[in-house]
């Protein structure tokens, strides 16, 4: 049976980052994706920070990790948000784009000293008296290994909504039934929840009338993200805001028994932050026009991202409240929206270092703990990476204060508080945020 020091589940933001750290403190590593062809793959918007995130890709960049050099070498568009607060709730937010995003981390793990990427499906944990030893694989295969860091995003029994039709997988593009490791889990005695997200339509930016929108440039000069970066190299685009309407508005409410949100189909926590569209007008009423930001993909596409209308209604439905906004009228729809619901763990059920309580030198991060967003995926990617390697080494975990960081802070509240709906990172959540700043992290 093949063995490594650290097998990292998942070629996520997190899993990039773990697999990444552990190689480059010397541990031989073995990255497992799905599809070779999606490691580092944005599944929804394409833009890395915002308030409170971006100070976590500023640490990550602090310790080592690969997101902030990445954006900034696919940034399209840098913006600061809260600039005219001070400089503690200042954060960096970059659109990126989305294919150069993908090919930069897939370049980054292939070229890694120590880090073997396979495509491979994990369906089962190796484990002997409540010590991961390895893990099979769908086809039945084993790999030894002295720790097991497992990443796995929306894939973990994964279950895709579009209204009433549902379907398993972790990704659109991607059906396929992830319920194997799930059930593992659950069989080593872990506590599971169900949440969910959703993400956009993507609209053919030909057929979108900019002129009916207002434009939103980014800062210039554009700030990079990263220490190591003097300034960025792309072209930087902008992005265009619109907004709904009582029409589209009027469509939204005639439809909601067609919602699988609403019927009762979609039973998962959804993100409190980030609402589905049919979430915002019916718990909002009183609104009577929602923001929408046309957000480019990428320098070599004319796809958009239409940030602000996710959402798991049937297709027709999206295509008529779509249509019903300014500016859209007559756009082409590429892909529709859909909602996912998936399992996360309990994550009360770890330590600090996010190594797993009931089974010893596992560890898990990302979505898998409750989380929602790529950089706070990444952030606990890099520590459950750095920690499996620690442990390998036989030295003792790196663990970061809540008082000292952001990733502290995250880390700290799903590991003493857990959490009841997937939790994104606020400059709120942070009680040093006077201290713990983008430009001292």
Sequence with gaps: MEGYD????????????????????????????????????????????????????????ALGGEMARATDACAIQV?????????????????????????????????????KVRAAEVADLIVKDNTVEGVETARGEKIAAKTVVITPGTFLNGLIHIGMRSFPGGRIEEQKDTQGLSRSLRDLGFRLLRFKTGTCARLDGGTVDFSRMRVQNGDEPPRPFSLSTKRLGLKQVPCYITYSDEKT?????????????????????????????????VKFAHHKRHQIFLEPEGLDTDVYYPNGLSTSLPEDVQADFIHSVPGLERVKINRFGYGIEHDVVDST?????????????????????????????ACQGLIAGINAALRVKGREPFILERSTSYIGVLIDDLVTKGTPEPYRMFTSRVEYRLILREDNA
């Design 349 to 377: 059920q770890l330590f600090p270092a996010l190594e797993t309580k009931p089974v010893r030198n596992l560890y898990l991060a990302g979505q898998i703990n409750g989380t929602t967003g790529y950089e706070e995926a």
């Design 6 to 61: 650290v097998i990292v589940v998942g070629a996520g933001h997190a899993g990039c980052e773990a697999a990444l750290a552990s190689a480059r403190m010397g541990c031989k590593t073995l990255l497992l994706a799905l599809h070779l062809d999606t490691i580092g793959f944005m599944s929804c918007n394409p833009a890395i920070g915002g308030i409170g995130k971006g100070q976590l890709v500023k640490e990550i960049d």
């Design 79 to 115: 913006r600061i948000l809260n600039a005219s607060k001070g400089a503690a709730v200042r954060s960096s937010r970059a659109q990126v784009d989305r294919k150069k995003y993908c090919l930069y981390m897939q370049k980054a793990v292939r070229n890694q000293k120590n880090l």
């Design 249 to 281: 508005h009027s469509i939204i409410r005639k439809n909601l028994d067609s919602s699988p949100l609403y019927s009762g189909k979609i039973t998962g926590t959804g993100v409190r932050y980030c609402p589905s569209f049919e979430d915002k007008v």
